[in-house]
């Protein structure tokens, strides 16, 4: 058997950051803690090199290297930069919640570089060990950033709920591959999707089953949700940041890898099971989000609805579906980060600000960001002309465009649903007096990045066009 050199180019952005990763690792092992900028300017700037890796290597065609288990495309090119920005974002605002908790260490930023490399290898998976190699080192880093804050009782106990609902959920997922493997003989993608038609019917049902539970639990998707809550509201705010922007656009990539690149020929079959999780993610997320008072519950059961809605355009099972889905993905992670840097911004050594009512009166302490949080607010409840409004409206004609009218309209009436806990935050900041009558204390940064995040809200939805064209045309 001739052994033959794979093309290293493709993978460029991962060699690179990986590098950058394990020189970020030494050099914080002999930082003290007051000279801990260093490794927080290291991993901005390994994202910023990444995503401009990322960018110079677009290619519209679909490049395959490592023998297929590598594919770099237009959609992971696109993913794999809206995730480097993303988790920018997220290490800016973290940086002072962290210094305020004395919990300020390199671990921090390198298990989140770690996490990026994981999700950036998701998003180019042409094979199910790359997938499931990716999927790991994501959720490995996220178990140990949880249960940073040891002295948290309340973290260690989410940390190991976690661990172990996502040991649970990565064995199905394994065990649903091999059973793929088992009918098919191969663990490439593009070839089980040859092979789909003339494989053992029942053990590939199987397969796809215990396939679509270890995407869902990892998307958060209802009844694999049970997790979301507890981990939100258990993680400290720096990291729940992380949990709930970034990692869904990879799990959107390998939800999209799997069932389209690798078992596209069962459509009918994941489409109909696609549909029931849609459904009740989108029903029960609302629904119990209206009761929640704390704001990080109260987003993770909003997430879980966000869910239902991404979900719903890859049911559509067309290329303008993918890319309305791939499109509400990339505009959750900018509505998510913006809402949980909203907590950072009003949080302070020894206070969370992570209840609805320690927003109350927050136009009367700083108007600017009071009309932040509402344009995130609007925005997620998909009010127009809001970023969220068109990520909406995307996902819902492409239901309407496949004939699913029924789905559609579930859609349109669990939205209205959801808008009522999304206004009545709405409603604290600018009509009841405030408890809390302490001035913001956020560094510079914090307040320009999320200024710049809101505005990229209100901007990005006065002239959507641009950014659904490309995500569509990504799937053309």
């Given at each position: 058997?001739?052994?033959?050199?794979?093309?290293?180019?493709?993978?460029?952005?991962?060699?690179?950051?990986?590098?950058?990763?394990?020189?970020?690792?030494?050099?914080?092992?002999?930082?003290?803690?007051?000279?801990?900028?260093?490794?927080?300017?290291?991993?901005?700037?390994?994202?910023?090199?990444?995503?401009?890796?990322?960018?110079?290597?677009?290619?519209?065609?679909?490049?395959?290297?490592?023998?297929?288990?590598?594919?770099?495309?237009?959609?992971?090119?696109?993913?794999?930069?809206?995730?480097?920005?993303?988790?920018?974002?997220?290490?800016i605002?973290?940086?002072?919640?962290?210094?305020?908790?004395?919990?300020?260490?390199?671990?921090y930023?390198?298990?989140?570089?770690?996490?990026?490399?994981?999700?950036?290898?998701?998003?180019?998976?042409?094979?199910?060990?790359?997938?499931?190699?990716?999927?790991?080192?994501?959720s490995?880093s996220?178990?140990?950033?949880i249960?940073?804050?040891?002295?948290?009782?309340?973290?260690?106990?989410?940390?190991?709920?976690?661990?172990?609902?996502?040991?649970?959920?990565?064995g199905?997922?394994?065990?649903?591959?091999?059973?793929?493997?088992?009918?098919?003989?191969?663990?490439?993608?593009?070839?089980i999707?040859?092979?789909?038609?003339?494989?053992?019917?029942?053990?590939?049902?199987?397969?796809?089953?215990?396939?679509?539970?270890?995407?869902?639990?990892?998307?958060?998707?209802?009844?694999?949700?049970?997790?979301?809550?507890?981990?939100?509201?258990?993680?400290?705010?720096?990291?729940?940041?992380?949990?709930?922007?970034?990692?869904?656009?990879?799990?959107?990539?390998?939800?999209?890898?799997?069932?389209?690149?690798?078992?596209?020929?069962?459509?009918?079959?994941?489409?109909?099971?696609?549909i029931?999780?849609?459904?009740?993610?989108?029903?029960?997320?609302?629904?119990?989000?209206?009761?929640?008072?704390?704001?990080?519950?109260?987003?993770?059961?909003?997430?879980?609805s966000?869910?239902?809605?991404?979900?719903m355009?890859?049911?559509?099972?067309?290329?303008?579906?993918?890319?309305?889905?791939?499109?509400?993905?990339?505009?959750?992670?900018?509505m998510?980060?913006?809402?949980?840097?909203?907590?950072?911004?009003?949080?302070r050594?020894?206070?969370?600000?992570?209840?609805?009512?320690?927003?109350?009166?927050?136009?009367?302490?700083?108007?600017?960001?009071?009309?932040?949080?509402?344009?995130?607010?609007?925005?997620?409840?998909?009010?127009?002309?809001?970023?969220g409004?068109?990520?909406?409206?995307?996902?819902?004609?492409?239901?309407?465009?496949?004939?699913?009218l029924?789905?559609?309209?579930?859609?349109?009436?669990?939205?209205?649903?959801?808008?009522?806990?999304?206004?009545?935050?709405?409603?604290?900041?600018?009509?009841?007096?405030?408890?809390?009558?302490?001035?913001?204390?956020?560094?510079?940064?914090?307040?320009?990045?999320?200024?710049?995040?809101?505005?990229?809200?209100?901007?990005?939805?006065?002239?959507?066009?641009?950014?659904?064209?490309?995500c569509?045309?990504t799937?053309?």
């Amino acid at each position: 058997m001739n052994f033959v050199t794979p093309d290293f180019m493709p993978a460029m952005p991962e060699i690179f950051l990986l590098t950058m990763v394990c020189a970020i690792l030494i050099i914080d092992l002999f930082v003290k803690d007051e000279g801990r900028g260093a490794t927080y300017v290291l991993s901005l700037i390994a994202l910023i090199a990444t995503a401009f890796l990322s960018f110079s290597g677009f290619s519209e065609q679909s490049i395959s290297t490592f023998n297929g288990s590598f594919i770099l495309d237009p959609m992971a090119t696109i993913l794999k930069i809206a995730i480097c920005l993303i988790v920018l974002g997220v290490f800016i605002y973290a940086k002072d919640y962290l210094k305020d908790r004395n919990i300020y260490k390199g671990e921090y930023f390198i298990l989140g570089l770690f996490g990026v490399l994981g999700m950036m290898v998701m998003v180019s998976a042409g094979n199910f060990l790359t997938v499931y190699l990716g999927l790991e080192l994501l959720s490995l880093s996220m178990y140990a950033m949880i249960a940073m804050q040891r002295d948290s009782s309340v973290a260690s106990e989410a940390a190991m709920k976690y661990f172990i609902l996502g040991a649970i959920a990565s064995g199905m997922l394994l065990y649903g591959m091999s059973m793929v493997y088992g009918v098919t003989g191969s663990l490439d993608l593009a070839t089980i999707n040859k092979a789909v038609s003339g494989a053992d019917r029942v053990v590939m049902s199987f397969g796809l089953v215990f396939i679509i539970l270890g995407v869902a639990f990892k998307l958060g998707a209802v009844p694999f949700h049970m997790w979301m809550p507890d981990v939100y509201h258990g993680s400290p705010t720096s990291v729940t940041l992380y949990i709930a922007s970034a990692p869904k656009i990879a799990a959107f990539a390998m939800m999209y890898r799997l069932l389209v690149d690798g078992l596209s020929g069962m459509h009918a079959d994941w489409q109909m099971i696609l549909i029931i999780l849609s459904v009740l993610s989108m029903v029960l997320g609302n629904i119990i989000a209206i009761a929640q008072t704390n704001l990080k519950r109260m987003f993770a059961y909003s997430t879980i609805s966000h869910v239902g809605f991404i979900i719903m355009g890859v049911v559509a099972g067309t290329q303008a579906g993918y890319g309305a889905a791939m499109f509400y993905a990339i505009v959750y992670a900018i509505m998510s980060v913006g809402g949980f840097g909203m907590i950072v911004l009003l949080s302070r050594a020894g206070f969370e600000a992570e209840n609805i009512e320690d927003f109350k009166g927050l136009n009367q302490k700083s108007p600017w960001f009071a009309f932040v949080m509402m344009a995130i607010m609007f925005s997620m409840a998909g009010v127009p002309p809001f970023l969220g409004f068109w990520a909406k409206i995307s996902v819902l004609q492409e239901a309407i465009n496949s004939g699913l009218l029924w789905f559609a309209i579930v859609g349109v009436v669990t939205s209205v649903i959801g808008a009522f806990y999304y206004l009545r935050v709405v409603k604290v900041i600018y009509f009841d007096k405030p408890v809390d009558t302490t001035p913001i204390q956020a560094s510079t940064d914090i307040r320009l990045t999320l200024s710049i995040n809101g505005l990229a809200i209100l901007a990005i939805g006065l002239y959507p066009t641009a950014l659904i064209a490309l995500c569509v045309s990504t799937f053309a």
